[in-house]
């Protein structure tokens, strides 16, 4: 058993393995790294981003994250041009990374892309509605859920604000995972960052369907974007009276280095979390669910 900084046993459910590759991709579709970077010291906590270089071995770099804050595993986003480095390191380290492909089906591909990643033992699929033309309730979509369903991956929607400049929010909104959600009762969906700014729709969601769960990565920097004020505090409040413990899923949406793994993320939730645990009356084990045991749950995971 491995225990984190923070006391408890803990699984991040969402990261994302930036390699070279990435970087050279971004490079080669045109993408303008400084006006990325403007961004990332704008809307996000990062300060600086380093860019990988060919010589990076991103596993190893976050294994030893891992290591240095006693995290048991952590969960990836995995593009195509990242997959192959992770995959090897995935199988290096058992028990430390659970993968998620990420998928649009836009793409030829996709339903391949799916197949590939149930047979490469990865735990997921990741969408983006938030950066499509169509939404997820949309039939186009359907195929997906469908491989999904018959590899029992976990269904990871980013759905809401997202630091990539070419969101489309009309697509964002996390009500339409309700349709899907019904049409595919035995599929776990999980969305990021409580809706990233839709977190009204992503509570009512709890009451309205049963395989829904939220995700809770990140600075969560949306509330900055509401009509009315929200601490971290305040959102696991609503997030657990609605949800209960069961569909609160802990990430830290760790990226880039050299900020590395996001402790100050997992302390903030923590302390959050530990400090309305009396008065609601939450246990031990409802920490537990929330900062490991879920994820584990829903993906069938088993950490090292
Ligand atoms: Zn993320």
Redesign the pocket.
């Known amino acids: 058993m491995v225990v984190s900084k923070v006391g408890i046993e803990v699984v991040d459910s ?3 393995f930036f390699t070279y590759a990435t970087i050279k991709q971004w490079l080669d579709s045109g993408a303008s790294l400084e006006r990325m970077q403007k961004r990332v010291g704008t809307y996000t906590d990062m300060g600086t981003l380093t860019v990988p270089d060919e010589s990076w071995d991103a596993g190893q770099m976050w294994i030893d994250e891992l290591d240095k804050y006693g995290i048991s595993a952590i969960g990836m ?1 995995i593009s195509p041009e990242t997959w192959n480095e992770f995959n090897e390191a995935r199988k290096r380290f058992p028990g430390r990374f659970l993968g998620y492909a990420n998928i649009n089906p836009a793409e030829e591909n996709a339903i391949e892309l799916v197949e590939r990643a149930a047979k490469d033992g990865f735990q997921g699929i990741k969408l983006y509605p938030s950066s499509w033309d169509f939404h997820v309730y949309d039939k186009k979509v359907y195929p997906i859920y469908e491989a999904a369903l018959k590899h029992k991956l976990l269904a990871i929607h ?1 759905f809401g604000i997202t630091i990539g400049s070419t969101a489309n929010l009309r697509f964002g909104n996390p009500l339409d995972i309700q349709k899907p959600a019904q049409d595919f009762p035995d599929l776990n969906f999980m969305i ?2 409580f809706g990233a700014g839709f977190f009204r729709e992503v509570l009512m969601l709890m009451y309205q369907t049963d395989n829904v769960v939220m995700d809770t ?2 600075s969560n920097s949306w509330m900055k974007y509401q009509p009315y004020d929200l601490t971290i505090t305040k959102i696991f409040e609503k997030a657990l009276k609605a949800g209960t413990a069961e569909r609160v899923v802990f990430g830290t ?1 760790s ?1 880039f280095f050299p900020r590395g793994f996001r402790f100050n993320i997992l302390e903030e939730q923590y302390n959050a979390v530990k400090s309305i645990c009396p008065q609601f009356c939450y246990s031990e084990d409802d920490i537990d669910m929330i900062f490991r045991k879920n994820i584990l749950r829903l993906t069938g995971f088993k950490p090292k």
Request: aromatic share 0%; no cysteine.
């Open positions: 969402h990261a994302h986003m980013h990021a960052h990565s990140g949406d990226s």
